[in-house]
C-alpha cells in the first residue's frame, strides 16, 4: 500500500475536505496512473449526498480520470510509463458473464465495480475515485487518449461523452437521419457534437431561449424552444432517434409524439421519479422507448478515438479541488457551461485533516 491524498466526505451532511487514504500497490497488471485533471459528474453530488441511499462513507469520488501513466505492473503489455491514460466509471467486472463477454462491461449480470463507492476485487476495500493524487487499475480497464486535444478537457469524455456515444453508436446514428437532443446540459452538449460529427441533422431541444446560439455554435442544425407547442407540433413523427438527456421531471410523451414509425427515445438523463408514458403514443406507431448506461471499454475506447479523429472534447470550466463545493452548488443551478473538471496540481497545497 502507498500513503496518497485526495478530497472526500464522512457522510452525507459534510462538505467535502482534504482525505488522507492508501491505495493498493501496482500489481502484475495493474497501472498507476498520476491524475492530472478529473471531471465532476452530477453522479458525484448524488453519491457525497447519498441521494441514492447507497453511500459507503468515507466517499471519495470522481470517474473522468485522465493523467500520465507511472508505474506499471510486470505483466502490462497495453501501456508504458509517461503514457496518457483514462478511467471512467469502472473499474473491473466480472469478465465471465455474457454481457462482459460481449465487451459489455457496464451491464454485467454480476455488477461492475464502480470506480467509486464500489468493492475493490484486489483488496476488498471500497473504491476510492479521481479526486485524488493517483490511482492504481487493472489495465483492461485503462484507456488510451488521443495526444492531439486538450487533456483536461478530455476528463467529461469518460462518463458524458461514452454516456451519449453508446446509444448513438447504438441505434445507428449517421447522415441522412434527423436526430434530436433534448437538453443542453453536460450529456446534452455531447450529444450534440457527436451526433453533428457523425453526420445527422441535429435538432436541439431546450426550454431556454439564451442557449439558442450556444447549440447552433456546437453543431445543432435546428433548435425548438420545447415551452412552444407550435413549435413542437411542426416536428411531429419526424425524428429518426431522440436522446433524452434531461435529468429534471418532465413529460417525455411530447418527445415520444415527434417519433417516426418503429423510431427510438432513448432515455440517459435520469429524473428522480419515475416517468409516466402514454402507451398508445408507442402502439400505434411501433415506436420505442429505451434507456442506455455508459459504454463497454472497447467502446469508450472507440469513442476516444473518434473524438480524437475529430477533434471533440468537452467545454469546461477549470476549478482548483478546493471549489468542489461551490461548483456542486452551481451544478445544482445548471450555472455552468458545461463540465467542471479539477486541476490536481491544486491538491499540492491542500493540508490533509
Same mark, same amino acid.
Given at each position: 500500500?502507498?500513503?496518497?491524498?485526495?478530497?472526500?466526505?464522512?457522510?452525507?451532511?459534510?462538505?467535502?475536505?482534504?482525505?488522507?487514504?492508501?491505495?493498493?500497490?501496482?500489481?502484475?497488471?495493474?497501472?498507476?496512473?498520476?491524475?492530472?485533471?478529473?471531471?465532476?459528474?452530477?453522479?458525484?453530488?448524488?453519491?457525497?449526498?447519498?441521494?441514492?441511499?447507497?453511500?459507503?462513507?468515507?466517499?471519495?469520488?470522481?470517474?473522468?480520470?485522465?493523467?500520465?501513466?507511472?508505474?506499471?505492473?510486470?505483466?502490462?503489455?497495453?501501456?508504458?510509463?509517461?503514457?496518457?491514460?483514462?478511467?471512467?466509471?469502472?473499474?473491473?467486472?466480472?469478465?465471465?458473464?455474457?454481457?462482459?463477454?460481449?465487451?459489455?462491461?457496464?451491464?454485467?449480470?454480476?455488477?461492475?465495480?464502480?470506480?467509486?463507492?464500489?468493492?475493490?476485487?484486489?483488496?476488498?476495500?471500497?473504491?476510492?475515485?479521481?479526486?485524488?493524487?493517483?490511482?492504481?487499475?487493472?489495465?483492461?480497464?485503462?484507456?488510451?487518449?488521443?495526444?492531439?486535444?486538450?487533456?483536461?478537457?478530455?476528463?467529461?469524455?469518460?462518463?458524458?461523452?461514452?454516456?451519449?456515444? $453508446?446509444?448513438?453508436?447504438?441505434?445507428?446514428?449517421?447522415?441522412?437521419?434527423?436526430?434530436?437532443?433534448?437538453?443542453?446540459?453536460?450529456?446534452?452538449?455531447?450529444?450534440?457534437?457527436?451526433?453533428?460529427?457523425?453526420?445527422?441533422?441535429?435538432?436541439?431541444?431546450?426550454? $431556454?431561449?439564451?442557449?439558442?446560439?450556444?447549440?447552433?455554435?456546437?453543431?445543432?442544425?435546428?433548435?425548438?424552444?420545447?415551452?412552444?407547442?407550435?413549435?413542437?407540433?411542426?416536428?411531429?413523427?419526424?425524428?429518426?432517434?431522440?436522446?433524452?438527456?434531461?435529468?429534471?421531471?418532465?413529460?417525455?410523451?411530447?418527445?415520444?409524439?415527434?417519433?417516426?414509425?418503429?423510431?427510438?427515445?432513448?432515455?440517459?438523463?435520469?429524473?428522480?421519479?419515475?416517468?409516466?408514458?402514454?402507451?398508445?403514443?408507442?402502439?400505434?406507431?411501433?415506436?420505442?422507448?429505451?434507456? $442506455?448506461?455508459?459504454?463497454?471499454?472497447?467502446?469508450?475506447?472507440?469513442?476516444?478515438?473518434?473524438?480524437?479523429?475529430?477533434?471533440?472534447?468537452?467545454? /469546461?470550466?477549470? /476549478?482548483?479541488?478546493?471549489?468542489?463545493?461551490?461548483?456542486?452548488?452551481?451544478?445544482?443551478?445548471?450555472?455552468?457551461?458545461?463540465?467542471?473538471?479539477?486541476?490536481?496540481?491544486?491538491?499540492?497545497?491542500?493540508?490533509?485533516?
Amino acid at each position: 500500500m502507498f500513503a496518497c491524498t485526495g478530497y472526500a466526505t464522512e457522510s452525507a451532511d459534510q462538505p467535502l475536505g482534504p482525505f488522507n487514504f492508501e491505495r493498493r500497490d501496482v500489481g502484475p497488471t495493474d497501472v498507476k496512473i498520476d491524475i492530472a485533471y478529473c471531471g465532476v459528474c452530477h453522479s458525484d453530488l448524488h453519491q457525497a449526498r447519498n441521494e441514492w441511499k447507497n453511500t459507503v462513507y468515507p466517499c471519495l469520488p470522481g470517474h473522468e480520470i485522465v493523467g500520465r501513466v507511472a508505474e506499471v505492473g510486470a505483466e502490462v503489455t497495453k501501456f508504458k510509463v509517461g503514457q496518457l491514460a483514462g478511467v471512467g466509471c469502472m473499474v473491473e467486472s466480472c469478465r465471465e458473464c455474457a454481457s462482459c463477454r460481449d465487451g459489455l462491461e457496464q451491464y454485467c449480470e454480476n455488477g461492475f465495480v464502480a470506480t467509486y463507492n464500489g468493492v475493490e476485487k484486489q483488496t476488498g476495500k471500497t473504491t476510492f475515485g479521481g479526486y485524488s493524487k493517483a490511482v492504481v487499475v487493472d489495465q483492461d480497464f485503462v484507456l488510451r487518449l488521443p495526444e492531439n486535444l486538450e487533456l483536461a478537457a478530455v476528463a467529461p469524455l469518460l462518463c458524458a461523452g461514452i454516456t451519449t456515444y $453508446s446509444p448513438l453508436r447504438r441505434w445507428k446514428v449517421g447522415p441522412g437521419q434527423k436526430v434530436g437532443v433534448v437538453g443542453l446540459g453536460g450529456l446534452g452538449h455531447m450529444a450534440v457534437k457527436l451526433a453533428h460529427a457523425m453526420g445527422a441533422h441535429v435538432v436541439l431541444f431546450t426550454t $431556454s431561449p439564451n442557449k439558442v446560439e450556444d447549440a447552433k455554435k456546437l453543431g445543432a442544425d435546428e433548435v425548438v424552444i420545447s415551452k412552444d407547442k407550435e413549435q413542437m407540433g411542426a416536428h411531429a413523427s419526424s425524428f429518426d432517434f431522440i436522446l433524452d438527456c434531461v435529468a429534471a421531471n418532465h413529460d417525455i410523451n411530447e418527445y415520444i409524439e415527434l417519433l417516426k414509425r418503429d423510431a427510438t427515445l432513448c432515455q440517459v438523463g435520469a429524473p428522480e421519479d419515475p416517468l409516466a408514458v402514454a402507451v398508445f403514443s408507442l402502439i400505434f406507431k411501433r415506436r420505442n422507448f429505451a434507456g $442506455s448506461l455508459i459504454g463497454g471499454i472497447a467502446e469508450t475506447q472507440e469513442m476516444l478515438d473518434f473524438c480524437g479523429e475529430h477533434g471533440i472534447v468537452s467545454d /469546461i470550466e477549470m /476549478i482548483p479541488m478546493q471549489d468542489i463545493e461551490t461548483a456542486y452548488a452551481r451544478m445544482l443551478k445548471s450555472d455552468v457551461k458545461y463540465r467542471f473538471v479539477i486541476d490536481m496540481k491544486s491538491l499540492d497545497g491542500a493540508a490533509a485533516a
